[in-house]
């Protein structure tokens, strides 16, 4: 079972607020991703690392921001959240070009 | 751009019958290609990966495999339970940029018993 773990699962929040969802794996695997998944369409790639202070937008456009410090983590900001920020987001690591694993995902309804 | 497509979109079947389903890719550049499972609200769990330089990969009850060249991939499953209901993703990895995957929308699978 793959190592990678994501807080919180469910966020119910209201527009304009601040958000940060967690993205940890034990593995340490040098690559992380950010997708995004609205209801029964495909998952996009919105952020990328390669390694610690390695960033990149995906093919998607988010308004989120990620960080990468440590290699074991990385977070995903929202400043202000609005409705249409309201989606699944799922978060994957992998070595290279080998198996992505994915943590559980986060839920998010803005309000 | 790589495209990614998953047919049938849904599929029902009773119990105990093998299924095929298929994904066909429209950039042959690829690094390898997943299978993956997402159960209702839930993230992915990885099923198969086949390289590039492979033709199929089995585990279990599962089978699948790759034609780089015509750009299309099977998941074969046999005697199908209950269990396996879920919506099946297949994904490539592409050759170039950030390495992600491109996923289809998916075959959502019922299993009846």
């Known amino acids: 079972e793959a190592d990678i773990y994501q807080t919180p699962r469910y966020l119910v929040i209201g527009t304009g607020k601040k958000i940060t969802l967690e993205c940890s794996q034990t593995?340490?695997?040098?690559?992380m991703y950010w997708y995004q998944q609205d209801p029964g369409m495909e998952l996009h790639l919105i952020h990328y690392?390669?390694?610690?202070?390695?960033?990149e937008k995906g093919d998607l456009s988010s308004e989120s921001t990620v960080s990468r410090i440590r290699t074991e983590h990385f977070p995903l900001t929202l400043e202000s959240a609005r409705p249409s920020h309201t989606s699944q987001y799922l978060c994957?690591?992998?070595?290279?070009?080998?198996?992505?694993?994915f943590g559980p995902g986060t839920r998010l309804t803005v309000t | 751009k790589q495209e990614v497509t998953q047919i049938p979109a849904a599929l029902s079947v009773p119990e105990g019958e093998n299924l095929v389903l298929n994904c066909s890719f429209t950039?042959?550049?690829?690094?390898?290609l997943q299978w993956f499972r997402q159960d209702p609200g839930k993230g992915l769990t990885s099923l198969l990966l086949?390289?590039?330089?492979?033709r199929e990969q089995t585990s279990g009850r599962l089978n699948a495999s790759l034609d780089k060249s015509s750009g299309r991939s099977t998941l074969y499953i046999a005697a199908s339970q209950p269990g396996d209901s879920a919506t099946y993703l297949c994904?490539?990895?592409?050759?170039?940029?950030?390495?992600?995957?491109?996923f289809g929308t998916g075959t959502r699978l019922t299993v009846i018993p």
């Open positions: 994957a690591s992998s070595v290279s070009s080998y198996e992505q694993y």
């Open positions: 593995m340490g695997h040098d690559k």
């Open positions: 690392s390669y390694g610690v202070n390695s960033t």
């Open positions: 950039d042959s550049a690829i690094y390898n």
């Open positions: 086949i390289q590039s330089s492979q």
């Open positions: 994904a490539v990895e592409r050759q170039t940029g950030a390495n992600n995957l491109f």
